[in-house]
């Protein structure tokens, strides 16, 4: 396997009785990548990300974690050595404090003290939860429970993290949180594997994403899934326009759809990088003002609308 290869996973496929969950995924996922999957409920997100950590088998296909085959059982406690699993319920102890409840995983780690105490305090103040370390868990919130799990799978400072819906539960604040931690993993040199709903998060985040409805749609960086997609589309603010512009923009060979909009055209355009000079200089040749340039910037939601509606 490559050495920047950390995933591959083959034909993977997972069935329930006779229903399906996640059928025929094949991808790879690099190392130092922050790679998400996106899909509608029950695409199959959280059923892959456990395949892949080895927590339940495939039923047909592979998956291999750092060259080791997840559907071997002697394999599974040397993956999870080096992983941090963010399970989708945060299934805490909720009768021990929170600071228990850390000690309690730190040391099914390995780790000890004064290192486990020094790791569970310096997470605990990242998201800012040390002065509750002494409350029960069951007298959290949902987001504060949510941050508890994050501060778990982290303790062992593992090498790639699976991280199933990390920022649902958490106010805006605490979002931002745990999605610039998550950049920070990354500029550590950790592979980060997440699933959201939150298709910004996921553009501001993600290398790459894998769009799945049990099948995989899609698989690409953002921009490129955008693309793919849809044309790119300029909008030129002139002082003022008219129709016989339109007429004159036409002649230039590459401009496939043009609209005039009260004082704005919008462009549809393979190429604006080499275009909108051209369309510019045609523009103030013909005595327009041009105010100013501008690019449409399609959303990666409309990207993820587009896939999962057709
Ligand atoms: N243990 C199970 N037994 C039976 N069916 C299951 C089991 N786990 C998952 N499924 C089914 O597999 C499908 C995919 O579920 P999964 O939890 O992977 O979806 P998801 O993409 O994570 O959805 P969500 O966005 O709601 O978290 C669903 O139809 C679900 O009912
Ligand atoms: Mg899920």
Known sequence: MSLFILIVASSLTRSFGSFTAVEDLSLTIERGEIFGFLGPNGAGKTTTMRMLTGLISPTKGTAKVDDLDVSSLQNIPKIHRNVGVLPEVPGLYESLSAYRNLDF??????????????????????????????????????????????????????????LDEPVSGLDPEASKTVRDFILDLKKNGKTVILSTHNLDDADRLCDRVAVIRRNLLALDTPLNLRTRMFKRTVVFHLKEADDSILQKLKTLPFIQSVERIGNKLV??????????????????KSGYKVQFVGEVRHSLEEVYLKLVTN
């Open 105 to 162: 995983y730190g040391r099914l780690y390995g780790l000890r003290d004064p290192k486990l105490r020094e790791r569970i305090m310096s997470l605990m103040q990242t998201f800012e939860l040390w002065e509750r370390k002494e409350d029960a868990v069951q007298t959290f919130s949902k987001g504060m429970k949510q941050k508890i799990a994050i501060i778990r799978c982290l303790l062992h400072d593992p090498e790639y993290l699976f």
């Open 267 to 284: 462009l549809d355009l393979d190429n604006p990088e080499d275009n909108d000079p051209e369309i510019l200089e045609l523009l103030v």
